[in-house]
């Protein structure tokens, strides 16, 4: 639903991102069935392209300043529907992660205590909170974990989902 509403006001909002240089646009998919580079190259062309983004102050990563995607592994609805593997802003082992995430399908109509749906439970990764706080790309905001300063590396929440880690890499 947000990508369509995105692509439908899409003049709408490129007016109100470039014509305000001290906007920020802040969108974050989590387990959504949208391939992440199409939604990435939905947000650049709504800030007017890379360079734009790179220029505003606090925004150096680009695109992943103002758009990240999240799939959790195991999780069907992401993989198979948006053809994105486990991790934030997608990983290399989307095959691996569509093949595992079939055999965990019963989970995300019968979820259980011991076995909850890896589609079920999503952490925030961008803009979280009432001072849009953004984690570090490989991390998740909690705002009750007050050691880490509310950010969790998301190999931590995943073991939560009892999920098979190697799906997650990290390094892309």
Not at 33 to 53: D, F, K, S
Not at 83 to 99: F, K, M, R, T, Y
Request: aromatic letters at 8%; glycine letters at 8%; a negative charge.
């Amino acid at each position: 639903m947000s990508q369509v509403g995105m692509e439908q006001n899409k003049e709408h909002l490129q007016e109100l991102v470039q014509g305000n240089k001290d906007s920020k646009f802040l969108v974050g998919y989590a387990g959504s069935p949208v391939n992440h580079n199409v939604a990435a190259n939905l947000v650049t062309e709504i800030y007017g392209g890379e360079t734009n983004i790179k220029n505003r102050t606090d925004f150096k990563e680009g695109v992943n300043d103002v758009f990240r995607s999240q799939v959790n592994p195991q999780d069907l609805v992401g993989s198979l529907l948006g053809w994105q593997s486990a991790g934030v802003n997608q990983s290399d082992n989307v095959l691996l992660n569509i093949g595992e995430s079939f055999l965990r399908l019963p989970s995300l109509f019968i979820p259980s205590e011991n076995n909850p749906s890896p589609h079920s439970f999503y952490p925030c990764i961008i803009g979280c909170g009432d001072n849009s706080v953004t984690p570090k790309l490989n991390t998740y905001s909690d705002p009750k974990d007050i050691n880490n300063q509310g950010q969790t590396p998301l190999e931590e929440y995943y073991k939560t989902l009892n999920v098979d880690l190697n799906l997650y890499t990290k390094d892309k």
